[in-house]
């Protein structure tokens, strides 16, 4: 059985960012909605993007130990999915049929290779569908993830 959503790396990051206050309390609250459900799930990408971000983005700057056990603690809150041989294709065809970025495009490759419906993040266009992918940003207006879930 496939989650329902894969959320990004944006969404991840901003439940960190004290500059962004209702980014960081959106964030809080879909990461908090979502954890252990299996409704969600994340990416290796996604892991180690969230590791890099926490550890150069902000003021206040976990050391490599603290982000990793951060990092960690995701990967036993939500399922994980591998960028494959069969993704990374599937990626590729993506950065050319629809020019996205490669990292964008593998986030849309692993959606569509495990029958995930739906991308939670702020960096596609919100609302769009990409062969049965759709995207939602989850930090407009309007917002509402028990809709976006179908529930």
Partial sequence: MSAGAL????????????????????????????????????????LGEHHWVIRRRFTRRF??????????????????????????????????????PYYDAQIWAVARVNHIPLVLSEDFSDGAVI???RFADPFADGFDLEACLGA
């Fill in 131 to 133: 062969e049965g992918v």
């Fill in 63 to 100: 050391t490599a130990a603290e982000a990793a056990e951060q990092t960690a603690a995701l990967s036993r809150a939500f399922p994980v999915y591998d960028t494959t041989l069969t993704v990374v294709l599937e990626a590729l065809r993506g950065t050319v049929r629809y020019q996205m």
């Fill in 7 to 46: 959320i990004d790396t944006n969404v991840l990051a901003y439940s960190y960012d004290t500059g962004e206050p209702h980014k960081r309390e959106q964030a809080m609250s879909i990461v908090a909605r979502l954890a252990g459900t299996g409704q969600a799930a994340l990416t290796t990408q996604v």
